[in-house]
């Protein structure tokens, strides 16, 4: 069958996938997901983001400090079909769907004179798998981030002696770094990798790969004097390196060997070797089968219900293409690149708490694709027809989990029911003096500005100066904090937008009940 025909097919169906319900399925925008949207709008509409700062490198957000590049494409999106869960989200799958041709070229470049089905059935695998499925109908920054990487190895092994493929190669790796926080380090281990496995390529090529430097250096330097500031910000909040809190741990254990007689307890404590095995513990639960292939990570946004990162029938064919790739690797330069970045991707995401952790490992993602492909493409032909209802299969009972059982049993994950309490509220607003609003799911008071489309111009006003505290913030009659019914209860004239158990049943005029998807209540609307 015609090669273009089949590339065709396969970005057909990695569109429809990626942009069908894509602003109802999920059920609902996340904190982040209406922080990168309303900021979007920010921008559009004044060049400032939520907290006055003009066209800033890192978007300050919830005093995470997010990485800027996500913010700022989603502009166009937000300028075209308005502020809503279509548009936000519209920047991911786009680039979800562009990651499936960039792999596709980035294998048709490597293995042109070897295997003519690789680069096919590497982005077939791509375009339905559930872990690249998931982060491209939901607005992560790390999907964006994932494009640029791939885009950018295609472009430098593709380079040879063309100067324009080393400049857009290197400013597609800088992209990476813009987009999210894990590249600022996978980035420069893969490019270490890349520049010693082709070195006789680079060094054949010096200007060219003297200019690659260059403009890479000069195009991430802008991020260099934020750096301290906003990966700072947020490597402190996530990661595992915590001197306070190993240091203690350390300390602890050292005081009680000395107490018993103990004379090797500084060596065995020492807090060096305690981060050490921290971080190797945490890399090697990015390899963990029930997170790959069963249960996912913890955060029900990461997943499908009932799901692993991958496909459970994709395991032997990963295995046999471990094995294929082992004993190649002396073959072909392709198999080393693939192996360095194998390897190099999940460092970043040992480096934090929480492991294994699906967005942080992202980046190691289409080589999954790719090993599965390889070890398929390896089978007797006999065997391999088998393999076809087995995906058809898997793929369509995955869709059943996502599309219908997903919404039903995570829609607490996804802060479902903040949108309705918002625009109700919003038809009580001029009856009462004051409207309180729970802190007990985070961050309500973005989705106010999100779904009031309050005008940026006018937030800024309050925002400005304003001190970030977790769990308190007030917009002119709105209260965005912990209710405390010992002391709220003595107000009148009040709307409270409440979770459950914090207002006693009897007690005021209930407006409305929201309820999650799966029939728990979710949030109380009370008139006082």
């Known amino acids: 069958m015609n090669r273009k025909l089949l590339l065709s097919a396969v970005l057909l169906l990695a569109f429809c996938l990626r942009f069908y319900a894509l602003g109802s399925n999920p059920p609902a925008l996340d904190w982040d997901e209406a922080a990168l949207g309303y900021n979007a709008y920010s921008l559009l509409k004044t060049g400032r983001d939520e907290y006055a700062i003009r066209f800033p490198l890192s978007i300050k957000s919830f005093n995470d400090y997010k990485p800027p590049l996500y913010t700022y494409i989603s502009i166009l999106p937000v300028a075209a079909f308005g502020l809503n869960e279509f548009s936000v989200r519209f920047t991911s799958a786009f680039f979800g769907l562009l990651t499936v041709a960039a792999v596709y070229l980035l294998l048709r470049r490597l293995f042109r004179h070897q295997s003519a089905k690789l680069d096919l059935l590497a982005a077939l695998f791509l375009a339905v798998s559930p872990w690249h499925l998931q982060f491209s109908r939901v607005a992560f920054e790390a999907n964006l981030a994932l494009f640029f990487l ?5 472009l430098l092994t593709a380079s040879n002696r063309r100067l324009k493929f080393y400049l857009f190669s290197a400013v597609s790796l800088a992209l ?21 496995i082709y070195r006789s390529k680079f060094r054949d090529n010096l200007k060219q790969t003297a200019v690659f430097l260059v403009v890479f250096l000069l195009s991430v330097l802008p991020i260099a004097v934020q750096l301290q500031k906003s990966t700072s ?19 602890k254990d050292i005081e009680f060997d000395q107490e018993k007689g103990i004379p090797l307890g500084r060596l065995f404590h020492n807090r060096r070797l305690v981060y050490f095995r921290e971080i190797l513990g945490g890399y090697l639960d990015h390899f963990n089968f029930d997170f790959l292939f069963l249960t996912g990570d913890p955060p029900g946004r990461h997943h499908a219900s009932g ?29 080393q690149l693939f192996a360095w970045w194998f390897l190099a991707a999940p460092v970043a995401s040992a480096l934090t708490s929480g492991t294994p952790h699906a967005v942080r490992a992202l980046f190691y993602l289409p080589l ?26 898997s793929f369509f009972y995955y869709l059943h989990l996502y599309y219908v059982i997903t919404p039903f049993e995570y829609s607490d994950w ?36 999100f779904y009031n ?56 005029e209930l407006i409305k009940e929201i309820n999650f998807l799966n029939g728990q209540p979710a949030f109380r609307l009370v008139l006082r």
């Open 453 to 508: 489309l309050i005008d940026p111009g006018q937030y800024q006003e309050i925002s400005r100066n304003l001190e970030i505290k977790r769990s308190e913030r007030v917009i002119g009659k709105y209260e965005f904090r912990n209710i405390d019914w010992s002391k709220d209860k003595e107000l009148t004239k009040t709307l409270f937008v409440s979770a459950p158990g914090e207002i006693p049943e009897d007690d005021g």
């Open 368 to 393: 999954y694709q790719i090993l599965s492909a390889t070890g398929l493409l390896n089978l007797r032909k006999s065997f391999r027809f088998l393999v076809i209802p087995l995906f058809t299969f």
């Open 150 to 154: 791939i885009w950018g190895i295609f």
């Open 176 to 196: 990476s770094m813009y987009a999210y926080h894990s590249p600022r380090l996978i980035v420069p281990l893969l490019l270490a990798g890349i520049l010693w």
């Open 414 to 449: 996804w802060q479902y029911g903040y949108k309705e309490s918002i625009l109700t509220a919003r038809q009580i607003e001029d009856r009462v003096d004051k409207v309180v609003v729970t802190y007990r799911y985070d961050q309500p008071y973005i989705f106010y500005l």
């Open 307 to 335: 799901m692993g990162m991958l496909y459970l029938w994709e395991l032997p064919f990963i295995l046999a293409g471990i094995f294929l790739v082992i004993a190649r690797l002396k073959e072909k330069k392709s198999w």
């Open 233 to 251: 910000a947020r490597f402190s909040s996530v990661s595992v390196v915590n001197p306070d809190e190993k240091l203690g741990e350390s300390i």
